[in-house]
T-cell receptor, first 112, second 113 residues
Framework: GESVGLHLPTLSVQEGDNSIINCAYS??????FIWYKQESGKGPQFIIDIRSNMDKRQGQRVTVLLNKTVKHLSLQIAATQPGDSAVYFCAENGTGRRALTFGSGTRLQVQP | DTGVSQDPRHKITKRGQNVTFRCDPISEHNRLYWYRQTLGQGPEFLTY????????KSRLLSDRFSAERPKGSFSTLEIQRTEQGDSAMYLC???????????FGQGTRLTVV
């Protein structure tokens, strides 16, 4: 079956450091991946996405890396700020599927 | 505010009562999704609309749940005879053709007591 999982439930970093949040997926047919940020009491907020024909994509302070060989993707946040504290979800989709499949999330805690 | 709007934000209801939630998607988005999220978990897909047509329903959507999108714009999700296990955050998302990313609303937090 398909599943999307995260390696670490909680990640604590110092303000200013870089953060790396990892995600593994199992469905070889997955061809679209997306990271969301969710703050307490709010809906998920789109951060960045990547298609399977790419292995890296950069946004503002964020980079997503995709390794299709080992079915792994990561979200890198540069110069982590207190406002980055939230739960981060990876999600995936594939041909013929209309909805995203989410992992269980990683909580990022930024220490001042 | 041109984002996805959900109403109400919070709902407390007694077990056995019916509840209805509303979602207003981003205006040019013809695709609308409902998800359910329990504490500490990622959102789980419930159902999908393209315009007014409900094209997909998850097995999570029991016969007590019904969703509509009568004019292809706003959508409603109704839960009949609520149970304590229905307590969760109900999220609505919308997207536009050609773009896979979905934009979420703030959700409706349901508590069944």
């Amino acid at each position: 079956g398909e599943s999307v999982g995260l390696h670490l439930p909680t990640l604590s970093v110092q303000e200013g450091d870089n953060s790396i949040i990892n995600c593994a997926y199992s469905n070889s047919a997955s061809d679209y991946f997306i990271w969301y940020k969710q703050e307490s009491g709010k809906g998920p907020q789109f951060i960045i996405d990547i298609r399977s024909n790419m292995d890296k994509r950069q946004g503002q302070r964020v980079t997503v890396l995709l390794n299709k060989t080992v079915k792994h993707l990561s979200l890198q946040i540069a110069a982590t700020q207190p406002g980055d504290s939230a739960v981060y979800f990876c999600a995936e989709n594939g041909t013929g599927r209309r909805a995203l499949t989410f992992g269980s999330g990683t909580r990022l805690q930024v220490q001042p | 505010d041109t984002g996805v709007s959900q109403d109400p934000r919070h709902k407390i209801t007694k077990r056995g009562q019916n509840v209805t939630f509303r979602c207003d998607p981003i205006s040019e988005h013809n695709r609308l999704y409902w998800y359910r999220q329990t504490l500490g978990q990622g959102p789980e897909f419930l159902t999908y609309f393209q315009n007014e047509a409900q094209l997909e329903k998850s097995r999570l959507l029991s016969d007590r749940f019904s969703a509509e999108r009568p004019k292809g714009s706003f959508s409603t999700l109704e839960i009949q005879r609520t149970e304590q296990g229905d307590s969760a955050m109900y999220l609505c998302a919308s997207s536009t053709p050609g773009r896979t990313e979905a934009f979420f609303g703030q959700g409706t937090r349901l508590t069944v007591v």
